[in-house]
């Protein structure tokens, strides 16, 4: 069966330079969103507990529930509760959804300071701040999203200057005790001094940041990917190997099937335009689940830096981990 293994030391490689810049642990919230890029939603809230952090990050109710145990602080991204709920925080990402709140509600205030996907506007915080103490909910923080920290753009400083207008209008309007939040990976490697209450980490974390403005080479990928050997054989020059009989033999060789295709993740569009790190050329398209190497090994592996088999996909590491199927087992190592 294919397998993914998970490095700890790399994982906790990552952590240790991420504290370095919060100066603490605890101002790290983990985004374990999407089962945790791929990377298997219990297997890093364990991990990531027994490294010292309190505070994570999750798309639906349903992923905060299964790691409720794991943490003392779970922000909730995209959700509405049923019903009250006071273990979680949860996401106002439009001034029209206050009202779907129960009351009571722990809730957080998403700003959009220039990305234009979720979030009220500047000009939108009071009527907001307004509604949600009407509608009874409790307001613990106020945040905002970067669309381009990992590119060399003004576009990062015009989003902190509004974020401190956010910050400035709430003062004003004298609200107290709220926190304010805004990096992720990217924002927070480029950030001097970092002095907010929180940042909320992911692909740093998994060791695939990608940046044009921070050398992130000091980040190591945590996950790898491998398959076993489905059948071997050995063909001579001239044999087409796979569906549609793609691709042709140069020389005679030893073909093995491996039990990974483009059902757990490895994309179709890397058909014979794909070599693993250790040198072996995928041959033939990939299958639905398998997919034929140059190559006599009974284990082989795939990939294990999300971000050079993305290049040759032509996408995003976070796209090729979390199309990595929750099916998969997950091995820490
Ligand atoms: C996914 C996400 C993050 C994490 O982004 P990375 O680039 O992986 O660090 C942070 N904040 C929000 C709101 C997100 O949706």
Not at 144 to 152: I, K, P, V, W
Request: proline share 2%; glycine share 4%; net charge neutral.
């Amino acid at each position: 069966m294919p397998l993914i293994k998970l490095n700890k030391n790399n994982f906790f490689n990552n952590l240790d330079i991420i504290a370095k810049k919060t100066k603490t642990k605890d101002k790290i919230a983990l985004v374990l969103k999407d089962n945790a890029y791929g990377h298997g939603l219990l297997e890093v809230a364990s991990m990531a507990k027994e490294y010292g952090i309190t505070k994570a990050v999750v798309r639906t109710y349903d992923e905060a529930k299964s790691v409720e145990d794991f943490f003392e602080y779970i922000l909730i991204l995209a959700d509405t509760p049923k019903e009250k709920n006071d273990r979680f925080l949860y996401t106002i990402n439009d001034l029209n959804h206050i009202k779907d709140f129960p009351s009571g509600t722990r809730v957080e205030l998403k700003v959009d300071t220039l990305m234009h996907r979720n979030g009220v506007m500047l000009e939108e915080i009071k009527e907001s701040l307004s509604i949600i103490k009407k509608q009874g909910l409790h307001l613990e923080a106020i945040f905002t999203h970067h669309r381009s920290a990992d590119e060399l753009t003004s576009e990062w400083y015009v989003q902190n200057e509004t974020f401190q207008k956010v910050k400035q209008k709430v003062e004003e309007l004298g609200l107290k005790n709220i926190r304010f939040h805004s990096a992720n990976s990217a924002s927070l490697v480029r950030t001097q001094d970092f002095n907010e209450d929180m940042v909320r980490v992911g692909i740093a974390a998994y060791g695939c940041l990608e940046s044009h403005v921070y050398d992130a080479k000091e980040f190591k990928p945590v996950l790898s990917l491998l398959a076993s050997q489905n059948s071997v054989r050995t063909l001579n020059k001239g044999a087409r190997v796979g569906y549609s009989a793609n691709y042709t033999l140069g020389c005679d060789a030893k073909v093995s099937n491996y039990d990974i295709g483009y059902a757990d993740g490895f994309f179709r569009c890397l058909s014979s335009n794909y070599t693993t790190p250790q040198g072996f050329a995928q041959v033939g398209n990939i299958s639905m689940d398998n997919a034929s190497f140059l190559c006599d090994a009974k284990e082989l592996l795939i990939f294990d830096d999300a971000k050079k088999i993305a290049r040759d996909a032509n996408t995003l590491a976070y796209e090729i981990l979390t199309s990595l199927k929750a099916s998969i087992k997950r091995e820490v190592l």
